[in-house]
């Protein structure tokens, strides 16, 4: 997990966010420091259980390994990135056995490409999922068997 949360702040520009307390990667692992991130949430055996990114100045795009490293996401907060780009990690999210994912978004991002309704029905197996893309440039409709 730490070494995925190193692969985004160095894909998305991180040392030139816009936050209070930067993320320093010079910590001992055994530390588990990356819970001591601005916007990132673990639980209490130190997984990561939460991104709040919302408007850290994301510019860049985020790696497909984040998404397959961070087994136990719950929530996913990327609002208000516009220079965050990319397309909606659809193909890596449904991949993963993400049964706790309860919110999604990527809402106010420069995030592109066509959304698959038929792949998007995988997340209706979620029954507490809510999906936010709006001010995107996604194409393409969310099922409303979703919650969005």
């Known amino acids: 997990e730490y070494l995925a949360l190193?692969?985004?702040?160095?894909?998305?520009n991180g040392d030139?966010?816009?936050i209070s307390s930067p993320w320093s990667f010079n910590e001992p692992l055994n530390t588990a420091p990356h819970c001591n991130f601005e916007g990132v949430t673990c639980?209490?055996?130190y997984v990561v259980t939460g991104l709040d990114l919302q408007n850290f100045g994301l510019d860049g795009s985020i790696p497909d390994s984040v998404y397959q490293s961070l087994d136990y996401l719950q929530r996913i907060n990327m609002r208000d990135n516009p220079l965050l780009t990319g397309t909606f990690p659809l193909r890596v999210i449904s991949e993963k056995?993400?049964?706790?994912l309860s919110r999604i978004d990527f809402s106010k991002?420069?995030?592109?490409g066509?959304?698959?309704?038929?792949?998007?029905?995988n997340f209706s197996e979620l029954?507490?999922?809510?999906?936010?893309?709006?001010?995107t440039y996604l194409d393409g409709t969310i099922p409303t068997e979703i919650g969005v």
């Open 6 to 12: 190193q692969s985004l702040h160095n894909e998305t």
């Open 16 to 18: 030139f966010w816009t």
């Open 43 to 45: 639980d209490g055996s």
């Open 97 to 100: 056995s993400l049964n706790s």
């Open 109 to 112: 991002t420069g995030l592109t």
């Open 114 to 121: 066509t959304l698959d309704p038929l792949a998007l029905i």
């Open 127 to 135: 029954a507490n999922l809510s999906i936010d893309l709006e001010g």
